[in-house]
Nanobody
């Protein structure tokens, strides 16, 4: 059974940093795409950053230059380093892992950026 555990959310001031971590267990996820999505209040869930099984990374335009995604394949872990945070980054952040038709979500971790 796949399990996803997220950590690292919290409250930070404008311009601050947070580091989100996600650990997946239950199988070998090295070939899977792992990454982060977010959902702001009243908005649809949107991609933040993902890394596929080949190591290719994709970032949303609104985080380029501020956020960095990294993976530890041996540990089935994906980390999102978030710098220069803005109030508009306030959202529930979800870890996602997927491969073809298989798609799994974490429960989410709240990030709140105060102005």
């Amino acid at each position: 059974q796949v399990q996803i555990v997220e950590s690292g959310g919290g409250l930070v001031q404008f311009g601050g940093s947070l580091r989100l971590s996600c650990v997946a267990s239950g199988r070998d996820f090295s070939a899977w795409t792992m990454g982060w999505y977010r959902q702001r209040t009243g908005q649809r869930r949107e991609l933040v950053a993902v890394e596929n099984g080949s190591g290719d990374r994709r970032y949303a335009n609104f985080v380029k230059g501020r956020f960095t995604i990294s993976r530890d394949r041996a540990e089935n872990t994906v980390v999102l380093q978030m710098n220069s945070l803005k109030p508009e980054d306030t959202a529930l952040y979800f870890c996602n892992i997927n491969l073809h038709l298989l798609n799994e979500w974490g429960q989410g971790t709240q990030v709140t950026v105060s102005s």
